[in-house]
T-cell receptor, first 113, second 114 residues
Framework: TQLLEQSPQFLSIQEGENLTVYCNSS?????LQWYRQEPGEGPVLLVT?????EVKKLKRLTFQFGDARKDSSLHITAAQPGDTGLYLC?????????????FGTGTRLKVLA | DAGVIQSPRHEVTEMGQEVTLRCKPI?????LFWYRQTMMRGLELLIY????????DSGMPEDRFSAKMPNASFSTLKIQPSEPRDSAVYFC????????????FGQGTRLTVV
């Protein structure tokens, strides 16, 4: 069973601070996605990373896929209250079952004004 | 497009009753997923359909759970009989089959079994 552990589980920071969220596994993934979920809504895709070592930027968000494709990080620069939400990573396996993404445990972020 | 549509948004039922959750995927999407989300276990995949055919139901908790997809525009998840431990938010998601495609989620159904 492929498991994705995210850390920290909860994070409360002041507006303007930087933060990094981690997504770790002992399994190798063919690709990894990051989603953000707001209360009462379903998760919404932020980014997909495919290549080991790949870095993608989305405004103040920087995503990196580990060289071995077992882990990923999400860095937010100058966090804003609008960044508040549940951040989920989701890894896609290799071989059989490659159609599905296994979701991580989630990081609940709260940015205080 | 209206996105993935789920109904009802909220459901409160008594233990032992049958519950049916409904999902309308995005038109043209050929993959459909049912997920369950709880604080303890996070987001778990229950079942995956491709072209209306169930491909993987290994995540379905037990025989009380069943899912159908009679056509490309409709799917149901049924729990019979329901139990308090089934209380969770159930999400339906759809996507186009292929590598690294995005899954579009509905707003979910919050189920409470008392």
């Amino acid at each position: 069973t492929q498991l994705l552990e995210q850390s920290p589980q909860f994070l409360s920071i002041q507006e303007g601070e930087n933060l990094t969220v981690y997504c770790n596994s002992s399994s190798v993934f063919s690709s990894l996605q990051w989603y953000r979920q707001e209360p009462g809504e379903g998760p919404v895709l932020l980014v997909t990373v495919v290549t080991g070592g790949e870095v993608k930027k989305l405004k103040r968000l920087t995503f990196q896929f580990g060289d071995a494709r077992k882990d990923s990080s999400l860095h937010i620069t100058a966090a804003q209250p609008g960044d508040t939400g549940l951040y989920l990573c989701a890894g896609k396996g290799r071989g059989s079952g490659t159609y599905k993404y296994i979701f991580g445990t989630g990081t609940r972020l709260k940015v205080l004004a | 497009d209206a996105g993935v549509i789920q109904s009802p948004r909220h459901e409160v039922t008594e233990m032992g009753q049958e519950v049916t959750l409904r999902c309308k995927p995005i038109s043209g999407h050929n993959s459909l997923f049912w997920y369950r989300q709880t604080m303890m276990r996070g987001l778990e995949l229950l079942i995956y359909f491709n072209n209306n055919v169930p491909i993987d139901d290994s995540g379905m908790p037990e025989d009380r759970f069943s899912a159908k997809m009679p056509n490309a525009s409709f799917s149901t998840l049924k729990i019979q009989p329901s139990e308090p431990r089934d209380s969770a938010v159930y999400f339906c998601a759809s996507s186009l089959q292929g590598s690294n495609t995005e899954a579009f989620f509905g707003q979910g159904t919050r189920l409470t079994v008392v």
